[in-house]
């Protein structure tokens, strides 16, 4: 039995130096210098070296474009931020401008970030910065009674409770966003062949001379799903409405008026058109003054397919405008867009 080891350093020999000692010239350098110094490491002193970058960065940064519109106080900008022309990426690039106006983004594999500044209050310039580096574009405010582009979720909270229209119960859905389309989704959950139903834009309640356009898309093509801008008194419970819309339907388009439950005359109030509405995207647009309203039908690049002027039972001052679509298939989807309304010139 060992009961007892002593070891004396001083007359242990290893097999030799495990590394051998370097010199600031046994390392092959890139954008660096080496050099040689000392540290106290837990307590002793020894060699160390210290490495020095000389490497600088030629950062440059580059807007999309030369000029935005920050509709409604906000706008969607690119940026693209290079070092000695290479992309960089995973960089956050910041922006301002507007007079308050801000954002920020991360830049891709391609170095461009896009970023929603937000909170511009007038025209000026945009200027994006990192690092040193920094780049301008300028910026034009446009102010909206109401504006939505159905990007995302959070304007879905501008729209008010489901309101019946031509029956008082029945006909149900909801309005949702939806990212393949980029747009919003009206589903419907409770199916009727005449049921329509609208969702109010309260902050539109008793305005006068303005007009409001969207733009509209339906999944059926042929038993004729329908969708458009509806116009009804604020006061309104339920069940009466003067509605302007789309008969999405091959072959089978137009603008007509609904009031009181029923189509009134359609010969003169509709216009039949070769364009196939069901599976693309068609827009409606309003014109309100008083009791005169002009309903347009529009393709999105604003070629006029029919317009048609009506003159309602009651002044724009206690007129109510919502999104408006008919519970006829719960496998049929709406999708709405880049609703506007603003102050006619």
Avoid at 206 to 214: L, R
Avoid at 290 to 311: H, I, R
């Amino acid at each position: 039995m060992v009961e007892k080891i002593i070891v004396n350093p001083s007359e242990v020999r290893g097999l030799g130096d495990i590394l051998e000692v370097k010199s600031t010239s046994d390392f092959g350098l890139y954008g660096a210098t080496l050099e040689s110094g000392t540290d106290t490491i837990y307590g002793a002193t020894g060699s160390v070296f210290v490495l020095n970058s000389n490497s600088s960065h030629d950062y440059s940064l580059s807007f999309g474009s030369a000029s935005y519109t920050a509709t409604g106080g906000s706008c969607t900008v690119t940026v693209t931020l290079t070092d000695d022309s290479t992309p960089v990426e995973n960089a956050t690039i910041s922006v301002t401008g507007g007079t308050g106006g801000s954002g920020s983004g991360t830049t891709n594999s391609s170095g461009v970030a896009s970023i929603n500044v937000t909170g511009v209050t007038a025209s000026g310039t945009l200027t994006a910065s990192f690092q040193s580096a920094t780049a301008t574009a300028s910026v034009t405010y446009a102010s909206y009674l109401f504006y939505d582009d159905c990007s995302s979720s959070s304007g879905l909270s501008n729209y008010g409770t489901l309101h019946q229209l031509r029956k008082t119960s029945g006909p149900n859905g909801a309005l949702s966003y939806d990212s393949t389309k980029n747009a919003y989704k009206y589903t419907v959950s409770s199916a009727d062949n005449d049921g329509f139903v609208d969702l109010p834009i309260p902050t539109l309640d008793n305005q006068n001379n303005y007009y409001i356009e969207a733009e509209f898309y339906t999944e059926d093509t042929t038993t004729g799903g329908q969708s458009g801008l509806v116009l009804y008194p604020s006061s309104d419970t339920g069940g009466n409405g003067v509605f302007f819309r789309d008969i999405a339907q091959i072959n089978r388009c137009g603008v007509l008026k609904f009031s009181n439950y029923s189509e009134n005359g359609e010969s003169g109030n509709s216009q039949q058109s070769g364009l196939p509405v069901g599976g693309n995207w068609y827009k409606l647009r309003l014109e309100i003054s008083g009791t005169s309203v002009v309903a347009k039908w529009l393709q999105t690049d604003n070629t006029q397919v029919y317009s048609y002027t009506y003159t309602v039972p009651y002044t724009s001052s206690t007129m109510r405008v919502g999104l408006a679509f008919l519970c006829k298939s719960t496998s049929k989807a709406y999708y709405v867009r880049n609703i506007v309304a603003n102050t006619l010139s």
